[in-house]
T-cell receptor, first 114, second 114 residues
């Protein structure tokens, strides 16, 4: 079955560490996105990529980095520069030119700073 | 004014009731609209797209009012399994830019009571 796989499901990070969240899709979607969700807030866009080897900052990119070396993969690194990284991270993908279909989301990664 | 606003609820309704949620958006040029359902600690899942002419899917009806800049979701004959948070999602950039950076509302929480 096609879908998006995020790993790990839970991640614990010590202060000052960088961690990388994995996102892989086999939907053949061109566009991929990373969102962050905090309690009582809507999803906020961190980074997005419309094609391989290209990506753009979203609304809250500071302290995060991404790469898009393959169409299927869009990993997110949470760096030590991100001051409040504890949140639910969601990866999504969509078809270009298919705006009526919305996003498909992965099951998310819960990151906690310990 | 927030780009997308929803009443956070919770809306507590008895089984079998009809319940409606509204969502207002600020950008009059917005082109596409969606309702997503999010269960507790899970990823959002597309419930339905919202078309200009309105659309229905079983017990769910979505409508768009461009003049007043809101979309609505009506749920008839509520089931216990409808208990979830319903996210209003708007694409303010449309298809011409080729970018699908959706704006998410904070969600309306629905609890259907036995």
């Amino acid at each position: 079955d096609g879908g998006i796989t995020q790993s790990p499901k839970y991640l614990f990070r010590k202060e000052g560490q960088n961690v990388t969240l994995s996102c892989e899709q086999n939907l053949n979607h061109d566009a991929m996105y990373w969102y962050r969700q905090d309690p009582g807030q809507g999803l906020r866009l961190i980074y997005y990529s419309q094609i391989v080897n290209d990506f753009q900052k979203g609304d809250i990119a500071e302290g995060y980095s991404v790469s898009r070396e393959k169409k299927e993969s869009f990993p997110l690194t949470v760096t030590s520069a991100q001051k409040n990284p504890t949140a639910f991270y969601l990866c999504a993908s969509s078809e270009q030119g298919a705006d009526n279909y919305g996003y498909t989301f992965g099951s998310g990664t819960r990151l906690t700073v310990v | 004014r927030k780009e997308v606003e929803q009443d956070p609820g919770p809306f507590n309704v008895p089984e079998g009731a009809t319940v409606a949620f509204n969502c207002t958006y600020s950008n009059s040029a917005s082109q596409s609209f969606f309702w997503y359902r999010q269960d507790c600690r899970k990823e959002p899942k597309l419930l339905m797209s919202v078309y200009s002419s309105g659309n229905e899917d079983g017990r769910f009806t979505a409508q768009l009012n461009r003049a007043s800049q809101y979309i609505s979701l009506l749920i008839r004959d509520s089931k216990l399994s409808d208990s979830a948070t319903y996210l209003c999602v708007v694409n303010p950039w449309g298809t011409t830019s080729g970018t699908y950076k959706y704006i998410f509302g904070t969600g309306t929480r629905l609890k259907v009571l036995a």
